[in-house]
């Protein structure tokens, strides 16, 4: 099988300073890959890299088999994204959020009209269908954040520290989440700055200073480090880092 992200030696450099450096992974399909790093580590240069919103300087990389390139449109349609800040807009109804959506993502107006109904059943929030998602409880405005990010149905999606600022139970909720997609074969490309999270992804990168310091499922970088949690290895290798935000 193909994988739906792979990168060989992708780097990116602004002038003199490399924040991103031949970075060379694959993802395969439904896989929930996470992507760790301290602040500066070159996390968020890689995923706009890989979402097609930011050109390499060099190196390789194909995303749901598309040069990163010369095919970033073609990348945009196949990928969906869901920010810390829930890529929302709060003037609107939950209805009207997931139209929009469903209109800038290339979808016909029936199409639309369909996933809308179940989506909203799907999240049972048919009641609140025509309520401002400024007047929503947080957790549901992360579920529909992350609905909405799956409405065109995309080989991948991916999550930019989307749990940020919400409960513990909220958080292992919206997980629930993810590993439904992923068994319906959404790859999941997700970066978090809770370790406990890590802990639930089949495979975890590590950044430290533009380059990957290690890339292994949790259970086999405990045994390599010799620590109980991932916390404690994450801890290990940023510790190391010589550069910050």
């Known amino acids: 099988m193909r994988p739906v992200i792979k990168t060989d030696k992708l780097t990116k450099r602004f002038g003199a300073f490399v924040a991103a450096n031949e970075l060379t992974f694959e993802v ?14 070159g996390k968020t240069t890689a995923m706009r890299m890989l979402c097609g919103l930011l050109m390499p300087s060099s190196g390789k990389a194909t995303i749901a088999g598309f040069d990163v390139y010369t095919q970033t ?5 196949r990928i969906g994204y869901m920010s810390q800040k829930f890529s929302l807009y ?24 369909a996933k809308t109904l179940e989506l909203l059943a799907e999240l049972q929030l048919e009641k609140e269908a025509k ?15 992350f609905s909405v990010s799956l409405v065109h149905s995309p080989d991948i999606v991916f999550l930019d520290e989307p ?3 919400v409960d513990p139970v909220t958080r292992r909720q919206f997980w629930d989440l993810i590993y439904h997609a992923a068994d319906k074969g959404v790859t999941v490309f997700v ?5 406990d999270e890590a ?16 890339l292994d499922s949790p259970a086999k970088l405990k045994k390599k480090y010799g620590y109980d949690n991932i916390e404690d290895v994450f801890y290990e290798l940023a510790r190391k880092a010589k550069r910050s935000e």
């Open 199 to 214: 802990e639930y992804c089949n495979r975890v990168s590590i950044m430290v200073d533009g380059v990957i310091a290690a």
């Open 163 to 165: 749990t940020g600022g």
């Open 131 to 145: 309520t401002l998602v400024r007047d929503l409880p947080l957790g549901w405005k992360q579920k529909l954040a």
């Open 90 to 113: 709060d003037d609107l109804t939950v209805t009207e959020n997931i139209r929009f959506y469903g209109g800038i993502y290339g979808m016909e107006i029936k199409e639309i009209k």
């Open 28 to 41: 395969e399909k439904g896989e929930i890959f996470g992507f760790l790093g301290a602040n500066g580590a």
């Open 191 to 195: 970066t978090t700055h809770y370790m």
């Open 73 to 77: 449109d073609q990348i945009k349609r």
